[in-house]
């Protein structure tokens, strides 16, 4: 898997994040992921064709230590699909850049 990984999270900062998640995504569900819906302007010719899969997550997912954000762009009403694809650039600069200004408007040092 792809991913944008932040590690050696400190205790404090984990719970930082995890009421900053649980907040502007809704609690966690299986083992702190969550899903972060992706700007309809960023989706992909194929993507955008595929209204009956809409919408569009990528997964952040919160261990003690870590957070990993996964380049997958996915729907959760299908587990195959050709909608399904790892982020293109403009997806994947977009998820970094939102990972990056959770840590920054929580004052969380990377």
Known sequence: ???YVID???PQDFEKIKGYLDETYGEAGV???Y???VDEALLSGVQQA???CAPFF???????DRLAAEFLVRTRSRVRCDCIH???ERQRNWLVRIVDAMF???EIIT
């Open 50 to 52: 595929h209204q009956a």
């Open 86 to 88: 790892y982020a293109d």
């Open 8 to 10: 050696e999270i400190r």
């Open 1 to 3: 898997m792809k991913q």
């Open 31 to 33: 083992d702190g992921l």
């Open 104 to 106: 920054e408007n929580l």
């Open 58 to 64: 990528v997964a952040l997912e919160l261990g003690p």
């Open 35 to 37: 899903w972060v819906p």
